[in-house]
């Protein structure tokens, strides 16, 4: 059964830092994994998709890798911007490709 | 349409009532999955249909969920007899039905459901 977790829970940086979220799974037997961010009292939008024969999948300031392997995904967010501040939510496929089985999310704060 | 969209945003309903959440997917999208986001709980999957038939029923928490789908597009999920457990944003998102390997699913702002 999958299981995703995501590590901090939350983050607090000054802007300008470069910053990493990690998300781990226990089923490396995965099609994708897929990035999301939720601003408060909204739904979500997808950042990115990593396909399973991928290593990286970039957009603008953010990228992300994937290790099936080690069962880890990172997202990596360069020079951090207040309007970067939400919560981050990984999530890949579990027991179908099309259930998707989330983290908790890491809560990002960047302060001005 | 040019995402998915949910009504209503919000709904505040009586313990005992039925409530209706409607979700209008993107066209052209012939795969629509409901999820839920509670407080404590995360993101869970409640429904997944594949044109207006649903494959995956697993996660709907109790018989008083249902859902359905016509015309290969709108989905109404429906809460009978509500519960203040039942508490929580409802979230709707579509994809593309196939290749799977390559269903990124879009998801609508949710409905924020609480149950006094």
């Known amino acids: 059964k999958q299981e995703v977790t995501q590590i901090p829970a939350a983050l607090s940086v000054p802007e300008g830092e470069n910053l990493v979220l990690n998300c781990s799974f226990t089923d490396s037997a995965i099609y994708n994994l897929q990035w999301f961010r939720q601003d408060p009292g909204k739904g979500l939008t997808s950042l990115l998709l990593i396909q399973s024969s991928q290593r990286e999948q970039t957009s603008g300031r953010l990228n992300a890798s994937l290790d099936k392997s080690s069962g880890r995904s990172t997202l990596y967010i360069a020079a951090s911007q207040p309007g970067d501040s939400a919560t981050y939510l990984c999530?890949?496929?579990?027991?179908?490709?099309?259930?998707?089985?989330f983290g908790s999310g890491t809560r990002l704060l960047v302060r001005p | 349409g040019a995402g998915v969209s949910q009504s209503p945003s919000n709904k505040v309903t009586e313990k005992g009532k039925d409530v209706e959440l409607r979700c209008d997917p993107i066209s052209g999208h012939t795969a629509l999955y409901w999820y839920r986001q509670s407080l404590g709980q995360g993101l869970e999957f409640l429904i997944y249909?594949?044109?207006?038939?649903?494959?995956?029923k697993s996660g709907l928490p109790s018989d008083r969920f249902s859902a359905e789908r016509t015309g290969g597009s709108v989905s109404t999920l429906t809460i009978q007899r509500t519960q203040q457990e039942d508490s929580a944003v409802y979230l709707c998102?579509?994809?593309?039905?196939?290749?799977?390997?390559?269903?990124?699913?879009?998801f609508g702002a949710g409905t924020r459901l609480s149950v006094l």
């Open positions: 249909f594949q044109g207006n038939s649903a494959p995956d």
């Open positions: 998102a579509s994809s593309h039905g196939s290749p799977l390997s390559k269903n990124i699913q879009y």
């Open positions: 999530a890949a496929p579990g027991d179908s490709s099309y259930k998707l089985i």
